[in-house]
């Protein structure tokens, strides 16, 4: 029945997706507000507006820049409350203020070159994904941007589902929830997630890339910061006396393993030490890391690891001394969504129906649902299409947004036919 009326629904994806582009919403890493940009409010009243005119009452955006919505339950039976969720914000690795996005229609596997900046080439053989996508309708930004498919694709995905479901009420389904987030890409995309609020027993993000994947694991990260206190000195002076922090810092960095622990030499499921950033001076010098494992457990080894470079590079340098500061981030959602199998049963199931076969994989990075599913609500990761996200190369196509949409719909009938589950965290 679902199937005959995705037939004859008319979608409005592709204009909502480039509406929401062009809503520049990046977020800002050296941002101490929440959220870290005002901006990222811009869409979220967009999307609460939208939301009303679909008859949804009660959405709403907070201080904090959440969107918040409910779409009723049509049925009787005491099924789990299921939440959908996806964020607002794109990366700062790349440009996303006036983003004019592109559609190539009838995609026929040609290279791409972008209009604004014809050194920007998506290339098919670079993109092994363009050749699965023969007559699709690609959307790409201009050159000069990244396109925001990476979240708006899956919030573009949500709202086309909520439109078909106020629709088409002889569609079967408990309470859902909508939860728009901002700061996902720098990490703090459910910091003031209002869970009790929410009130929601299962969730997914829709925040994945290839048509069809499931992603029922993630990292486990930790981060840490390494603050070397130096001794400083007039350079004209210097001899015996100055023991620069910024030399130290960079000298425990290059003692870190080159050929194995890092981004550039791992895959699948080994983890890593990263450092991402690193500032100072003579006197004091700050260096940050990412640690990254599948293994929760390794995550102590990565730390004990920089330590014990740390202590012996600085036992080397009289006068200087050091703080390692190390801070949980997330943890890998397998060890609780494990514990609830039939929520990526049913969302296999729902991806089959949309027409596509699903793949459970692993994702080295994380999601919000990440951390929601150690906060109460076990979150899986459903895929929106997006693909080479935080650069200029960014794409997506209306149909791989579609079976996103079409996934949520299927789930959301599916939830219905369960009753209420105890969760497991």
Known sequence: MIKSLFDKYENTIQERF???????????????????????KDLGRVLVEELKSLGISDAHLDEYGYVYATIPSNINDDCPVICFCAHMDTSPDCSGKDVKPLLHSNYQGQDIVLPDDSTVVIKANEHPELHKKIGHDLITASGETLLGADNKAGVAAIMEAVRFLTLHPEVKHGKIRILFTPDEEIGRGVDKVDIAKLAADIGYTIDGEAV????????????????????????????????????????????????????????????????VSISGSAEKAEASF???DFNTANLNTYASLISDITKKVVESYYGTSYELEIKEQYRNMKEVLDKNPKIIELAKKAIELAGVKPNLRSI???????????????????????HSFHSKQEWCTVQDMLASSQTIVHLSHLWSKEKVVKKSV
């Not at 994947?213 to 070397?228: G, H, N, Q, Y």
């Not at 620069?244 to 895959?267: H, Q, W």
């Not at 080295?364 to 997006?386: H, K, Q, Y």
């Open 18 to 40: 480039f509406k929401y582009v062009r809503i520049d919403t990046e977020s800002d890493p050296n941002s101490s507000s929440q959220p870290s940009t005002e901006k990222q």
């Open 212 to 275: 069809g994947s499931l992603e029922d694991e993630t990292f486990s990260a930790d981060a840490a910061v390494l603050r070397i206190h130096g001794v400083s000195a007039h350079p004209g002076f210097a001899k015996g006396k100055l023991q620069s922090a910024i030399k130290v810092i960079c000298e425990i960095i290059d003692k870190l393993p080159k050929d194995r622990l890092s981004p550039e030499t791992t895959e699948g499921k080994v983890g890593f030490i990263h450092p």
């Open 290 to 292: 990412i640690l990254r």
């Open 364 to 386: 080295r990075g994380g999601t919000d649902g990440s951390r929601l599913s150690f906060m109460g609500l076990p979150c899986p990761n459903i895929f929106a299409g997006e």
